[in-house]
């Protein structure tokens, strides 16, 4: 294991040193600029099959409670397999978010092996093919790794609530697939197993539904995954959302970050005539909307780090008035295995959405799910199903924890700060991705969940901190520069250490040596004799 640690920091060193041997020798160039580029009705409050309600009393396989995008496509997953799906929602209406806009192209890679990859067709979703990064009025395009690739691979994004119906609309065409509007208020929970839900339907009616298996999808603000998991979630800011119409982004078909002061603004294109503005304020007070305050600091802060092209309609975007905030949440997975129940999505998992990972992570969780489920033809043994779904946990982790770890990192380091280590730090990230080829390339795979690899991230992640040293160090290094570079690695080791150890660093680096790995089902043979034993 010490030779494999000692492999991977020489391995950063000599990406980060043939990375600033570039730099220098392109010193007196000037530096290259990047070139190029309501649909649907509601779901019914009741799914009908023959224009009857049907009942789920005894013959549900499956209760998912939330149906936004994990439960919406675990749903049609499940249903599809052949499972008994009951849905419980608490609105069924299109959701009106501001996050949630953005599908990686790995993302895009689940949906094609879900099946799911026309829920992006017909809601005037746009093509995105990488990134637009801005700083000091200097800016560098980074391109997603496509070439080996399908041409209709991409990222996609879109107003968030058609993409979501679109799903729904694709889950409810599942005869064994119910969706029904109600408020889940409680897990039904007996000896230690969780049997079903306790909810309010449409009507406010007090209801019950039983199933072998309870999957919670009711996202960021659920309120029932205290009894599932220890939840330690983390506000490091907020996003404020605007939508920015007719005009056009700098670069065509790419996300653009501006690395601005305090931290991040981003762009990007959610329809054929509206870009989306997520300006992120550290902290998580913001100022007040109601009394002029937003507005005041849109114009006076934000609107003069934006780029130029974007200038007027961003003004006029904080004119208008429809100015909304979400709270950025992080929350590593922490879950306390129990029979008859399973966290899924924001309820389970959360990661700053700077890096717009968090629907590549659920669908790609719902694969790992769907995957171990289909063994099985019985769900009725909790504790053996509990304990099989161990695994879950542990298979999901290399890229649930690649991609949460880089969103936690890439935005501390684009942050700005008054320590000069993490200036430096900021501005060597920038020029590191700057170079192309393998020292943008690597980065972009993980960040679009075409290669999320642990040991990939580490190897990245301090490649731009040696290269940081190095332009401190060369070509005349001081005492005070040394310093500064020392303080520079320290401050790369404080950052994205401490995430890695939330997410797990033996179930991130080496799932193989957790046991639930190679945990495999129990023979439907053994599964009936248990059920039936357990009856009897």
């Not at 990661?351 to 990972?357: A, N």
Request: charged fraction near 20%; include cysteine; hydrophobic fraction near 40%.
């Amino acid at each position: 294991m010490a030779h494999q640690y000692l492999l991977g920091w020489i391995l950063a060193s000599v990406l980060g040193l043939v990375a600033l041997y570039r730099t220098l020798v392109k010193r007196n160039d000037d530096r290259r600029s990047a070139l190029v580029e309501k649909r649907s009705e509601c779901v019914k409050s009741v799914m009908v099959s023959n224009g009857e309600c049907r009942s789920t009393d005894g013959d549900v396989d499956v209760i998912i409670v939330g149906a936004g995008v994990a439960g919406a496509a675990l749903a049609h997953t499940l249903g599809k397999d052949g499972r008994r799906i009951h849905v419980i929602e608490r609105d069924l209406q299109e959701p009106d978010r501001i996050v949630g806009e953005l599908l990686q192209p790995g993302g895009y890679l689940k949906l094609i092996e879900l099946g799911l990859e026309d829920c992006v067709e017909e809601i005037d979703a746009q093509r995105v093919f990488g990134y637009a990064l801005f700083k000091d009025g200097k800016n560098t395009r980074l391109s997603y790794p496509l070439e080996k690739f399908h041409s209709d691979v991409s990222g996609r994004s879109f107003h968030n609530g058609r993409f979501i119906q679109r799903m729904r609309e694709k889950a409810a065409t599942i005869p064994n697939v119910q969706l029904e509007q109600g408020t889940v208020t409680s897990l039904l929970e007996e000896k230690g197993t969780i049997k079903g839900v306790q909810y309010k339907n449409k009507t406010g009616q007090e209801m019950t539904a039983y199933a072998p298996l309870t999957i919670v999808c009711d996202g960021c603000f659920s309120n029932l995954r205290r009894s599932l998991c220890d939840p330690k979630v983390d506000v490091p800011s907020c996003f404020v959302g605007l939508i920015l119409e007719n005009c056009d982004l700098p670069h065509a078909n790419h996300g653009h970050v501006i690395l601005a002061d305090p931290s991040p603004i981003l762009f990007y294109q959610i329809s054929s005539t509206e870009v989306r503005c997520l300006v992120d304020v550290p902290g998580q007070k913001v100022p007040s909307i109601s009394n002029g305050e937003m507005a005041k600091y849109l114009k006076t802060v934000v609107a003069p780090q934006i780029p130029p092209q974007l200038y007027d309609a961003f003004i006029a975007a904080v004119d208008k008035g429809t100015i909304r905030t979400m709270p950025n949440r992080s929350m590593p997975a922490a879950p306390y295995p129990t029979p008859g129940a399973l966290l899924m999505g924001d309820a389970f998992n959360m990661r700053h959405p700077l890096t717009g990972g968090g629907m590549t992570v659920a669908l790609s969780d719902i694969v790992v799910l769907r995957n171990l489920l289909r063994p099985l033809t019985n769900l009725n043994d909790a504790s053996t199903l509990s304990k099989y779904l161990e695994s879950f946990y542990t298979l999901r982790k290399p890229v649930a924890s690649t991609i949460n770890t880089l969103a936690g990192a890439l935005y501390k380091v684009f942050s700005s700060s008054p320590d000069q280590a993490r200036k430096e730090m900021r501005q060597a990230c920038f020029d590191y991705l700057s170079l192309g080829g393998v020292f943008s390339n690597g980065p972009v795979s993980l960040l679009s969940g075409l290669n999320p690899r642990p040991m990939s991230l580490v190897l990245h992640f301090f490649a731009v901190a040696v290269y940081g040293v190095g332009r401190l160090l060369l070509p005349f290094p001081s005492p005070k520069r040394a310093w500064i570079g020392a303080r520079l690695i320290s401050s790369a080791s404080g950052i994205i250490f401490p995430i890695i150890k939330a997410e797990g660093v033996r179930q991130m680096f080496f799932p193989a040596t957790v046991p639930a790995y190679y945990r495999a089902p129990v023979s439907s043979e053994k599964q009936m004799k248990k059920t039936e034993d357990s009856i009897n």
